[in-house]
């Protein structure tokens, strides 16, 4: 699991359910350690990355204002051994940024969801790390 000088996750759990006649609903639970304090949320979104991007973001806000201008603006998954077929290997990168700056973070992993989970937990140590120095630079004045 995920662990930063911000943040741990305890656990995460992506729940995908399609029934016949209705749209594919996803919900993600994430649970995060800040400090000695635990926090768990959930949240539903279009698909898995984006409930698991919804949730962590839930868990992290208070503590964590800096994400509030932290975008994700692209998000690609490449397969790294394709003659592995569905168990391939797969490449995951997100970009992001706060308005003032661009990053991008990735994972490789035989999970899909596990790499994305691991690039989006990245990205946002990121923003935080990129909100943290601004703030210090505006204080100095520089």
Same mark, same amino acid.
């Given at each position: 699991?995920?662990?930063?000088?911000?943040?741990?996750?305890?656990?995460?759990?992506?729940?995908?359910?399609?029934?016949?006649?209705?749209?594919?609903?996803?919900?993600?639970?994430?649970?995060?350690?800040?400090?000695?304090?635990?926090?768990?949320?959930?949240?539903?979104?279009?698909?898995?990355?984006?409930?698991?991007?919804?949730?962590?973001?839930?868990?992290?806000?208070?503590?964590?204002? *800096?994400? *509030?201008?932290?975008?994700?603006? #692209?998000?690609?998954?490449?397969?790294? #051994?394709?003659?592995?077929?569905?168990?391939?290997?797969?490449?995951?990168?997100?970009?992001?940024?706060?308005?003032?700056?661009?990053?991008?973070?990735?994972?490789?992993?035989?999970?899909?969801?596990?790499?994305?989970?691991?690039?989006?937990?990245?990205?946002?140590?990121?923003?935080?790390?990129?909100?943290?120095?601004?703030?210090?630079?505006?204080?100095?004045?520089?």
């Amino acid at each position: 699991m995920t662990s930063s000088p911000y943040f741990d996750v305890c656990s995460y759990k992506v729940v995908s359910e399609r029934t016949h006649a209705q749209a594919t609903r996803v919900q993600a639970m994430v649970e995060v350690r800040i400090g000695s304090n635990c926090v768990r949320r959930s949240a539903m979104g279009i698909g898995p990355v984006h409930a698991l991007d919804l949730a962590l973001r839930e868990c992290l806000q208070s503590s964590f204002p *800096e994400l *509030e201008r932290v975008r994700l603006s #692209d998000y690609q998954v490449s397969v790294v #051994d394709a003659g592995q077929g569905t168990g391939a290997q797969v490449r995951v990168l997100i970009e992001a940024s706060d308005g003032h700056r661009r990053w991008d973070a990735g994972c490789v992993g035989g999970n899909v969801v596990d790499a994305s989970f691991e690039a989006l937990c990245s990205t946002l140590v990121m923003g935080i790390m990129h909100g943290r120095s601004q703030k210090r630079r505006s204080a100095l004045g520089v």
